[in-house]
């Protein structure tokens, strides 16, 4: 909770998604797609500005191409100590893509709650990374 808090501090894009996500999961009336939904967006708004400053537009599919790309490192050490940024590409791919708005063939049940305060969670870890100057260029 106090990271969250710490977090929606800081008056931006990414602290406003991140507030709506925590209200759709653990607000009074919960609606797990809300919460997953602006989840995605808190953790756009704040890796774009690591990953893609100058393209506003970058969605979270163009951002988890970029950090596979090897050009990156997550400073936290990992298992194989060697600060690799496949980690946080894991939680990325936990994130996205939406199972509440992706528009496929195959029929997907939506989020659950539990998912959901998940995806929440994580969006807070990478938000809070992103900002903490944990994402770098190597």
């Known amino acids: ?7 929606i501090a ?3 894009n990414a602290s406003d998604h991140l507030a709506r996500a925590w209200t759709g999961a653990y607000g009074r009336n919960p609606h797990p797609a809300s919460a997953w939904h602006h989840s995605i967006k808190a953790v756009e708004a704040s890796l774009r500005t690591v990953v893609y400053p100058n393209n506003p537009m970058a969605t979270l599919a163009h ?11 997550l400073g936290v050490r990992g298992p194989a100590r060697n600060y690799a940024i496949d980690p946080l590409i894991e939680m990325l791919e936990l ?3 939406d199972p509440n708005r992706l528009y496929t063939n195959t029929s997907e049940p939506p989020a659950t709650r539990e998912e959901a305060c998940a995806v929440v969670q994580l969006a807070v870890a990478i ?11 190597s």
């Open 1 to 7: 909770m106090e990271a969250f808090d710490t977090l």
């Open 10 to 12: 800081v008056p931006d």
């Open 63 to 73: 951002i988890i191409s970029e950090l596979k790309t090897g050009r990156w490192k």
């Open 95 to 97: 994130v996205w893509p």
């Open 127 to 137: 938000v809070q990374w992103a900002r903490g100057g944990q994402i770098v260029k």
